[in-house]
């Protein structure tokens, strides 16, 4: 789904997966993959190739998101997030999931606010 996008926006720039590959740090290979949908597209990766060809990271994301299509905002605000903090982000992204999925799972009448009050 991304690749197709990725390599669109690429071409648009007239800018070789060469040129891209080496200005955000991964190999030609790495991006060829990306762009043909045979590897994940990770969110460090996203920002990077985003600012490597001059655009907001959320412009990456086709516009048939459907229900997540309110996430380029956000997508967005974390290409402002300086590179070497990403993987920080990720991990506070990785625990509000897991907790979501926690409260979700949980029936109803036992649900109860866990981040109420600081101690």
């Known amino acids: 789904m991304y690749g197709r996008v990725l390599r669109q926006l690429r071409e648009s720039k007239a800018r070789t997966q060469a040129e891209v590959a080496r200005s955000v740090g991964i190999s030609p290979a790495q991006l060829a993959r990306l762009e043909s949908n045979q590897r994940g597209l990770y969110v460090e990766d996203f920002i990077r190739i985003a600012e490597a060809l001059g655009e907001k990271a959320g412009n990456l994301l086709p516009n048939d998101l459907g229900d997540i299509g309110h996430l380029k905002p956000l997508i967005d605000r974390l290409a402002t997030v300086p590179i070497e903090l990403l993987p920080r982000v ?4 990785e625990k509000v999931v897991r907790l979501t999925e926690e409260i979700s799972a949980e029936p109803q009448t036992q ?5 109420k009050t600081r101690r």
Not at 90 to 93: G, L, Q
Not at 111 to 115: D, G, V, Y
Request: cysteine-free; overall charge positive; hydrophobic content about 45%.
């Open 111 to 115: 649900r109860t606010p866990r981040l």
């Open 90 to 93: 990720a991990t506070i992204i």
